[in-house]
């Protein structure tokens, strides 16, 4: 069946269009209401968070308006980060929860995304009947008049996730003496990281913490790290952390201005954990975006290192599966099963620190581990619907790539699951020849996109 409304990360779309429009957010809430609606006396509830985006103001009541038209009581947090809303589903109860956010994305997209009782992301198969449930006319399946549900705002909901991410933080350790300079993107952590960091003793600068619904994201995050960059030198801080829009994945930025990105983030905490003993499976979880070098490394420690699809909740299903308890993507969601359901951001960054702590060393020298194969990535963008890697010619080009980089590398060219884009990535030990085996590919899907 294909996906109509759901991609690899829930739905996501541009503001006020479809499907990122109030109507299919009402079809949301009626439709994973009744999903999670068990029937019997007892109240059911859903719990909704989000981050800073203007289109947040819409979507929020459509989704109200849905699930209290079903019978299901609403609980709003307002600003607050992804992993702390499926924290609290399982915190408070409920039988579903959301967010509403874009993540990475600039201010114009928002999205949707669903979390089971148990704090997970729903699976594909559930995602699907919801789908389906979608389309059913609106009248029907309505609650009756006495039975609607109500809404309420929940106030102590970040004081909440800030105990629970400084519970995560080793006994007996303190950032006292660390300078560290937060970047919350603008986003749905600008108030929760610089207040935990500095509950837990560290002298924390933010930058990024001034949201006015426009500026998510928009040259502050972890996708851009120039902002971050600039305030660590400046400040002379020991180091500096990235947050996105949802606060779901971080990067980190070393005294000197060097990026840490997922990858050296995930190798730091696996070696971590294997010299406490703290793995529960020998190796990680990753997906087929991580860099060679960090399979290399982890081979080098005698553990492996899990492939998956593109998408944390991709990861986060083969860890479950197979019993691993550190996984991530390169982008820097990093998840961690002993603390949290999700990429968790400020949990990931604090495992880092305690290390850190430990060490004490500066970040340049224990968090760069290993040295990430060349590796290079161009996203194509495509009309809404164009289907280019079906092309003969795109298929011919990625074959002869896959040729001239032999064992030694590796082609990945795919579409986003949340953007218009086709994804060309090549990596192998010959910079040169990646470069040229990317631009050939890039080439032809440009070239069939256009046809």
């Known amino acids: ?132 449930m979608m389309g059913m006319p609106l009248d029907e399946g309505l609650a009756d008049s006495a039975d609607l549900g109500r809404a309420k705002r929940i106030d102590d909901s970040q004081a909440r996730y800030i105990e629970i991410v400084k519970s995560t933080f080793p006994r007996g350790l303190r950032l006292s003496g ?15 990281a610089p207040e935990a960091l500095f509950e837990l003793g560290a002298e924390v600068i933010s930058i990024g913490v001034e949201p006015n619904g426009f500026n998510i994201n928009q040259e502050v995050g972890s996708t851009d790290t120039r902002a971050l960059k600039e305030a660590v030198l ?19 930025v070393d005294e000197r201005g060097a990026t840490i990105d997922g990858d050296q983030l995930m190798a730091l905490v696996a070696t971590s954990y294997k010299n406490a003993g703290a793995l529960t499976q020998p190796g990680i979880v990753a997906t087929v975006m991580s860099n060679l ?31 691993y308890n550190v996984g991530g993507e390169q ?16 949990i ?51 074959k002869a790539a896959e040729k001239r980089l032999g064992a030694k590398g590796r082609i990945l060219v795919r579409p986003s699951g949340t953007e218009p884009l086709v994804r060309v990535m090549a990596e192998g030990d010959d910079e040169g020849v990646v470069r040229e085996a990317v631009g050939e590919i890039v080439q032809a899907v440009q070239k069939a996109a256009a046809a």
């Open 1 to 132: 069946m294909e996906r109509g409304y759901f991609g690899t990360d829930g739905i996501r779309g541009t503001a006020n269009r479809f499907p990122m429009t109030p109507e299919v957010a009402l079809r949301v809430g009626m439709a994973a209401g009744k999903r999670y609606h068990s029937g019997g006396d007892r109240r059911h509830s859903v719990v909704i968070g989000k981050d800073t985006r203007l289109s947040g103001y819409m979507i929020e009541p459509a989704l109200v308006a849905g699930f209290t038209s079903v019978g299901m009581d609403v609980v709003l947090f307002g600003p607050l980060p992804t992993p702390a809303v499926a924290m609290l589903t399982r915190s408070l109860r409920a039988d579903l929860g959301v967010m509403i956010s874009a993540s990475h994305n600039k201010f114009t997209d928002n999205g949707i995304k669903l979390f089971g009782p148990d704090g997970y992301k729903l699976s594909d198969v559930t995602e699907a009947e919801i789908e389906m």
């Open 178 to 192: 660390m300078r560290i300079v937060v970047d919350c993107a603008n986003g749905a952590a600008y108030k929760v």
């Open 234 to 252: 400046k400040y002379r801080a020991d180091l500096g952390i990235a947050l996105d829009g949802d606060a779901d994945r971080v990067v980190l």
């Open 293 to 323: 070098g960090l399979e290399r490394y982890l081979k080098k420690l005698d553990l492996t290192m899990e492939r998956t699809k593109v998408g944390d909740r991709y990861v986060v299903e083969a860890m479950r599966s197979k019993g």
């Open 331 to 346: 982008s820097g969601h990093i998840i961690l099963s002993d603390f949290c359901t999700t990429g968790d951001g400020l």
């Open 348 to 398: 990931a960054a604090l495992q880092v620190l305690a290390v850190l702590v430990q060490a004490g060393k500066p970040v340049s020298e224990v968090c760069h581990l290993f040295e990430p194969a060349p590796q290079v990535l161009e996203n194509v963008r495509i009309e809404m619907g164009a289907k280019p890697l079906e092309v003969d010619s795109v298929k011919a080009a990625i």
